[in-house]
């Protein structure tokens, strides 16, 4: 097991962005390249930005460069980079701060370069490579009050008793409700309660400045409400980022649309209807190979998780 302190050093914290990216968002950007002086980029090397092989945050560039023997593997890192790319950069706390390209950067300063070439990208971009976690709902997270203080072997056999319902994509937001629901049952969603301590997690990752997104198997408006109403009760942190399916839509849909960099959800161990598969497997394979998935088994939670996601 990792021992290692995973908290950002304070030196880290005061000069950095208060939000997680993308870097594959960030070179998706359609930006101009420009040249500056490397000495207004040359301050990166002080500040311990790189790991040494069991440390986390511990190693400054300058202590790389002052000391390429003791630091070999990291060294020769550096030294094989190519320095074709730009470097990606935003104006942070009154100086340009590195998005991409901190190899490059030493590199190009040990070479003995004065000026580098850089894309400037503005700050009204970053919800554009902000990353982002897309969470389900029902089953990953929270689940029905029935199912409390028992098993997670009985919370699956009382879900599949009681079935699934109302998921059918020809059922749009507006359809009405003619379904009876039972008080704590799985088809009371006004009754849901968190699934272990998932607002610890989510919070822990929010403050890693990490966007985090919702998506409920839920399609009618009173249903949809009700499972935004218990996200707020409950503090889940960006709780209004709550997504679900349209008429004629399925999961794969709103996950594309939404584009997470990270997907989470249980393995629907409790269906056992053609909707008993995850999301993942069906998502275009351009799309696939963008996101990380995160499968875990129905309603265990997601206090297991690491807390540097």
């Not at 995973?6 to 950007?29: A, C, I, Q, T, Y």
């Not at 959800?265 to 990380?292: A, G, M, W």
């Amino acid at each position: 097991m990792d021992m290692r302190d995973k908290r950002l050093p304070k030196v880290v914290k005061d000069v950095g962005f208060d939000f997680s990216w993308s870097e594959e968002k960030v070179w998706s950007l359609n930006i101009p390249v420009e040249k500056i002086d490397i000495k207004e980029l040359e301050w990166h090397f002080e500040i311990p930005f790189w790991s040494t092989k069991d440390g986390f945050y511990d190693l400054r560039p300058s202590d790389v460069l002052t000391h390429p023997e003791k630091h070999k593997d990291e060294f020769e890192r550096t030294m094989r980079v190519d320095l074709s790319h730009p470097l990606d950069i935003m104006w942070w706390k009154n100086k340009w701060l590195l998005l991409d390209g901190l190899h490059r950067l030493v590199k190009a300063s040990q070479l003995g370069w004065k000026k580098i070439k850089v894309r400037k990208v503005p700050k009204d971009a970053i919800p554009l490579i902000q990353k982002r976690i897309l969470v389900f709902t029902e089953g990953t997270v929270i689940m029905h009050k029935g199912a409390d203080k028992v098993s997670r072997e009985e919370r699956v056999k009382k879900s599949r008793i009681e079935g699934i319902q109302r998921e059918e994509s020809s059922i749009s937001y507006s359809s009405k409700d003619e379904v009876p629901v039972e008080p704590q049952s799985v088809h009371d969603y006004s009754s849901y309660i968190p699934i272990g301590n998932p607002t610890v997690k989510l919070n822990t990752w929010k403050d890693q400045g990490v966007e985090i997104h919702y998506l409920t198997s839920r399609r009618v408006k009173h249903e949809v409400k009700a499972i935004s109403e218990i996200l707020q009760k409950c503090r889940f942190p960006d709780f209004g980022n709550l997504h679900y399916r349209q008429q004629g839509e399925e999961y794969q849909d709103v996950v594309e649309k939404v584009l997470p960099d990270i997907l989470i959800e249980d393995d629907c161990e409790s269906i056992t209807t053609k909707y008993n598969e995850t999301v993942y497997p069906n998502l275009k394979p351009e799309v696939r190979d963008r996101i990380k998935s995160i499968v875990i088994k129905e309603f265990e939670g997601i206090d297991h998780l690491p807390d540097n996601i």
